[in-house]
């Protein structure tokens, strides 16, 4: 996720498929080329501390996320081809938001719809910015509402090339509690660590019904 709210030296928590997810692709990629957002810098390492303080809470949690705000942008992609595809649309969402001094209200979120792995097979990829409330222009973005999501949710502690193992504990024990994969899942990035990827925490909800 090519942010300009990301740094190679930072910690971040608000800058803001299935068994390959596509944007630990991406993420790694992106790496070395990523800025902080001057207006989130300093509420990332506080943020950093209360989750190491609480990870060994994190389970895996059968849930309803509530409706959310967002400005958002989608478009149909490839794993093989999503980089190409996705350029600088985080840097300029980003931006936007910043432009219309709407307030983040949370980490940016991932939306997959229809991925199966397969790096040929065309997805629909969401990208989204929690915000407070919609104000003004929003340009080639839009603002809108992500739906109630009835969720398996797993909490993903280290590496994005390493989600794909935190998703294939999922499947099977969304199977044994007599549950079905709709075929949407989504990706919270809630610490980024580029520094140390094993600091990276990403929770992961599989929508079931």
Same mark, same amino acid.
């Given at each position: 996720?090519?942010?300009?709210?990301?740094?190679?030296?930072?910690?971040?928590?608000?800058?803001?498929?299935?068994?390959?997810?596509?944007?630990?692709?991406?993420?790694?990629?992106?790496?070395?080329?990523?800025?902080?957002?001057? /207006?989130?810098?300093?509420?990332?390492?506080?943020?950093?501390?209360?989750?190491?303080? *609480?990870?060994?809470?994190?389970?895996?949690?059968?849930?309803?996320?509530?409706?959310?705000?967002?400005?958002?942008?989608?478009?149909?992609?490839?794993?093989? *081809?999503?980089? /190409?595809?996705?350029?600088?649309?985080?840097?300029?969402?980003?931006?936007?938001?910043?432009?219309?001094?709407?307030?983040?209200?949370?980490?940016?979120?991932?939306?997959?719809?229809?991925?199966?792995?397969?790096?040929?097979?065309?997805?629909?990829? /969401?990208?989204?910015?929690?915000?407070?409330?919609?104000?003004?222009?929003?340009?080639?973005?839009?603002?809108?509402?992500?739906?109630?999501?009835?969720?398996?949710?797993?909490?993903?502690?280290?590496?994005?090339?390493?989600?794909?193992? /935190?998703?294939?504990?999922?499947?099977?024990?969304?199977?044994?509690?007599?549950?079905?994969?709709?075929?949407?899942?989504?990706?919270?990035?809630?610490?980024?660590?580029?520094?140390?990827?094993?600091?990276?925490?990403?929770?992961?909800?599989?929508?079931?019904?």
């Amino acid at each position: 996720m090519a942010l300009e709210s990301f740094t190679k030296n930072s910690i971040l928590s608000y800058p803001t498929d299935i068994l390959l997810s596509p944007a630990s692709v991406f993420f790694v990629q992106e790496i070395l080329k990523l800025k902080v957002m001057k /207006t989130i810098k300093h509420f990332s390492v506080l943020y950093f501390i209360l989750i190491l303080f *609480t990870q060994n809470t994190f389970a895996m949690e059968k849930k309803t996320v509530q409706k959310t705000t967002v400005l958002s942008y989608s478009l149909t992609t490839s794993l093989k *081809t999503m980089t /190409t595809d996705i350029g600088k649309l985080p840097d300029e969402m980003i931006a936007k938001a910043a432009e219309l001094k709407l307030e983040i209200t949370g980490p940016q979120i991932w939306v997959y719809e229809g991925s199966d792995g397969n790096p040929d097979t065309k997805m629909k990829v /969401t990208i989204a910015v929690p915000v407070r409330k919609k104000s003004g222009d929003p340009g080639k973005f839009t603002f809108a509402e992500l739906p109630e999501f009835k969720c398996i949710s797993e909490i993903h502690k280290g590496s994005y090339s390493k989600l794909g193992e /935190t998703y294939q504990k999922l499947m099977p024990a969304i199977m044994q509690q007599g549950l079905s994969y709709t075929g949407t899942s989504r990706e919270i990035y809630k610490v980024c660590d580029f520094v140390n990827l094993e600091n990276c925490i990403t929770e992961i909800q599989i929508e079931v019904k």
